[in-house]
């Protein structure tokens, strides 16, 4: 199969890219190299250098590969970013996921795989786990958009036939993780303090808790999306949850950890995470 991935250089978009090659597909990379890293790409991969907010560009990258699916995770990923200003979010997880469609829906593209969010939709859950039914009420103009193109991915469907599989991803941890990032980075960034001798700090009292999964897992799931789940919406998860304080004892011992007391609720970029996420 010809499958063209949005944002395969990039952490979680490079493994799924290695995965199809591996599975024997041929597989084309869209990113703008902003936050991706052209060595994460594999030599086997066709790249078009292009930023999603063009449709231009995308036209051209879809029109010249013409890929049979497309995987969708080129992304702003990061959750204070989104409430610091979330027109650029907006323009590139929204407008951006909107070119990609238009593309391909007019380069008769079959599917859209999108790499979606379960942590940033739910707010703070009513239950944990949380499952695809939980109401809907992000706290974090991230999470609204990426519910937002969600729904666009059943418009289009619904009016122009192309299907989807929509993965919404617990916090995902592994190689090539940015450790200099601060979002959904926990394991990477206490790794590399640890690595480094550094002491470890964690916000609040150390109970916030997340579900985390190896990004191998998620390369597995993209897999099996390439043939089941059309129209559906699906958790990749563990389904548990680590309090931060646990998942800093868990990640190696003999380093020196720092419990900061509580951030001021004025901080919106902290309000914009819940407080606990398990889907």
């Given amino acids: 199969m010809k499958i063209l991935v949005t944002g395969g250089a990039g952490f979680i978009g490079s493994h799924v890219v290695d ?7 041929e597989v084309a990379v869209l990113d703008n190299m902003s936050t991706g890293r052209e060595e994460n790409v594999n030599s086997s991969a066709r790249v078009h250098r292009a930023d999603v907010r063009d449709l231009a560009q995308v036209q051209a990258a879809i029109a010249a590969f013409r890929p049979e699916l497309v995987n969708h995770h080129a992304a702003q990923s990061e959750v204070p970013r989104s409430v610091a200003d979330p027109g650029y979010d907006a ?3 929204v407008v951006g996921g909107l070119n990609v469609l238009r593309a391909a829906v007019d380069n008769s593209v079959r599917k859209v795989i999108f790499s979606s969010t379960g942590g940033a939709l739910y707010g703070e859950p009513d239950v944990v786990p949380a499952d695809e039914d939980h109401p809907i009420r992000p706290l974090s103009p991230y999470g609204t958009g990426k519910f937002a193109f969600e729904q666009y991915l059943a418009t289009f469907q619904r009016t122009f036939g192309v299907t989807f599989t929509t993965l919404r991803y617990a916090n995902i941890y592994g ?18 303090r640890m690595i480094e001798g550094k002491p470890v700090t964690i916000d609040g009292d150390g109970n916030q808790s997340r579900d985390m999964l190896h990004v191998g897992d998620v390369a597995t799931a993209n897999l099996a999306a390439l043939e089941r789940g059309d129209g559906g919406t699906y958790h990749v998860s ?3 949850s680590r309090g931060s304080a646990r998942r800093a004892r868990a990640t190696c011992t003999g380093s020196r950890s ?11 970029a902290r309000r914009s995470s819940s407080r606990r996420a398990c889907a």
Avoid: K, L
Avoid at 19 to 25: C, L, Q
Avoid at 258 to 268: C, E, F, K, W
């Fill in 19 to 25: 995965a199809y090659i591996t599975a024997g597909h």
């Fill in 91 to 93: 323009q590139v997880n």
């Fill in 175 to 192: 190689a090539r993780q940015d450790f200099a990032a601060e979002e959904g980075r926990v394991v990477a960034i206490f790794a590399s």
């Fill in 238 to 240: 563990s389904g548990t």
């Fill in 258 to 268: 720092t419990t900061r007391a509580p951030p001021s609720t004025s901080d919106g």
